[in-house]
T-cell receptor, first 114, second 115 residues
Framework: GQQLNQSPQSMFIQEGEDVSMNCTSSSIFNTWLWYKQDPGEGPVLLIALYKAGELTSNGRLTAQFGITRKDSFLNISASIPSDVGIYFCAGLPQPGGGADGLTFGKGTHLIIQP | GAVVSQHPSRVICKSGTSVKIECRSLDFQATTMFWYRQFPKQSLMLMATSNEGSKATYEQGVEKDKFLINHASLTLSTLTVTSAHPEDSSFYIC???????????FGPGTRLTVL
């Protein structure tokens, strides 16, 4: 099936730094979701985006739904050790709806050095 | 809340046996549940969509006779891996759609190891 292009694949940063990652697609999506997955666990929903141009925050996390509907980014400000993990973007392509399964990016592995 | 559980969390079985994995939405009703598979260091890949009271919809390349899905109620979907082989070893994760929005909430996953 279709996959999203997520970058970077991995990030090594210092504690306190800001983080930015993004996902792009060649086709239009009508929903973008950002998840965090810790080793051996299921993904946890961080932010959901439904409208083109929408900018949503969840604590230190901010995500935006691109105007073209083909991309989204996630920013993490002032990173802390517990931010370590793998971040996945996921989307529902258009047309389609909630009854469809998600298409996932390949993930961004965030590593934080104290 | 939106809590999804899976059971078992880990299972080790012999080649040729069948394994059943349960997915439950604990505090909401889910008309649609989804099953994903994740190999080490890879992303999640959708296997099938499970609809309460109807047959599951499988993604291309996923054998419906090997991965049996039953969505018997609005809070329970089961995935049975029949005649398991070592190449079926993977991390199986379910998700449930809550309400009419497009958000999906994931279970903690089941680590299947086939010897």
């Amino acid at each position: 099936g279709q996959q999203l292009n997520q970058s970077p694949q991995s990030m090594f940063i210092q504690e306190g730094e800001d983080v930015s990652m993004n996902c792009t697609s060649s086709s239009i999506f009508n929903t973008w979701l950002w998840y965090k997955q810790d080793p051996g666990e299921g993904p946890v929903l961080l932010i959901a985006l439904y409208k083109a141009g929408e900018l949503t925050s969840n604590g230190r996390l901010t995500a935006q739904f691109g105007i073209t509907r083909k991309d989204s980014f996630l920013n993490i400000s002032a990173s802390i050790p517990s931010d370590v993990g793998i971040y996945f973007c996921a989307g529902l392509p258009q047309p389609g709806g909630g009854a469809d399964g998600l298409t996932f990016g390949k993930g961004t592995h965030l590593i934080i050095q104290p | 809340g939106a809590v999804v559980s899976q059971h078992p969390s880990r299972v080790i079985c012999k080649s040729g046996t069948s394994v059943k994995i349960e997915c439950r939405s604990l505090d909401f009703q889910a008309t649609t549940m989804f099953w994903y598979r994740q190999f080490p260091k890879q992303s999640l890949m959708l296997m099938a969509t499970s609809n309460e009271g109807s047959k599951a919809t499988y993604e291309q390349g996923v054998e419906k006779d090997k991965f049996l899905i039953n969505h018997a109620s609005l809070t329970l979907s089961t995935l049975t891996v029949t005649s398991a082989h070592p190449e079926d070893s993977s991390f199986y994760i379910c998700s449930a759609r809550k309400g009419i929005v497009n958000e999906q909430f994931f279970g903690p996953g089941t680590r299947l190891t086939v010897l």
